[in-house]
Structure formats: C-alpha cells, structure tokens
C-alpha cells in the first residue's frame, strides 16, 4: 500500500497557444489606429520570435499587445528572454525574443536546494530538463508544489504526471 508516488517539475511553453496569441496580437494590430501604415509584425521562428515594427515606441505598444494576449490564452511570460533592440531594414527595428523551455542546470540547483531545506521527506532527481520528486506521502508532495509555487523562481513551472 505504501508505494511511492512522484511527479515531474517542467517548464514549457505551449507552441499552440503562443500561436494563437501571435494570430490574435495580429489582428488587433490590424484594427487599432495608431498602428495604421505601421510596418509593425510578429513572426514565430522555432523556438524564437521575431518582433519588428517602425521605431522602439511601437515595438514597446507591440509587446504590450503580446504580453496581453499571452497572458489571456494562460501563457507565463517568464519564459521569454530578451535581446537588445536591432535595427533593420527600411527603417524599422527589431527584437528577438527567445522561449526558454525546459528547466535549466542552475535553476535545477535553486529547486534542488529548495526541496531539500524545506525539511519535506521527498527525493529529486534531475532528468535533463526536468526534475523527478518522489516520496512516499502524496502530501509532502503536494507541499512541495505548493512551496515552488510561492518561490521566486524565474520560470513558470508546470506539475506533471502525478503518480
């Protein structure tokens, strides 16, 4: 009866969704006003989008509108990295901006380190990009999603395959 259960720490970013936002934050670009004439476009590449538009001032309001739609279809945007603002051809800049997917080395220490100090009678295991926790009580490990949840980890973290 007293078997272990476990369940996996991730951290991804679900590509439909983003997609979805990326078609939305379009259209709504399409009909606003201030965006008339504008150059302004979002283009998903991979793992990596690619924002342009006519000077920083609009590509500021065109991250607005991302984050916004992202944030309504359930997308964190914590896993969104940043580079410098480029310019680019005729007259416009650009910024790309990267997914982070998976959980990556040091953020598995902090979350290692965590889970450990917090005392709870549970086991991790890095997998790669994502971390095991196994114990024999299911509410210690429910008391550890409940303690990263509320830790300052910079990354959204998603709780998978309960067991």
Do not use: C, W
Request: net charge positive.
């Amino acid at each position: 009866m007293s078997s272990e259960s476990s369940f996996d720490i991730v951290s991804k970013v679900d590509m439909q969704e983003l997609n979805n936002a990326i078609q939305q934050a379009e259209k709504e670009m399409l009909t606003r006003f201030d965006f008339k004439g504008s150059k302004s476009s979002i283009k998903l590449d991979k793992d990596q989008l690619v924002v342009t538009s006519d000077d920083e001032f609009k590509l500021q309001n065109v991250l607005d509108i991302m984050h916004a739609k992202m944030t309504k279809r359930g997308i964190s945007i914590k896993n969104l990295e940043y580079s410098k603002v480029e310019p680019a051809a005729g007259q416009t800049v650009r910024q790309k901006i990267s997914m982070k997917q998976g959980v990556d080395q040091e953020n598995s220490k902090k979350i290692n380190i965590l889970i450990r100090d917090s005392k709870l009678k549970v086991k991790t295991q890095i997998q790669g990009d994502q971390i095991r926790v196994t114990g024999k009580s299911r509410d210690d490990l429910q008391a550890v999603i409940a303690l990263l949840r509320k830790a300052d980890i910079p990354l959204d973290l998603q709780f998978v395959n309960m067991k």
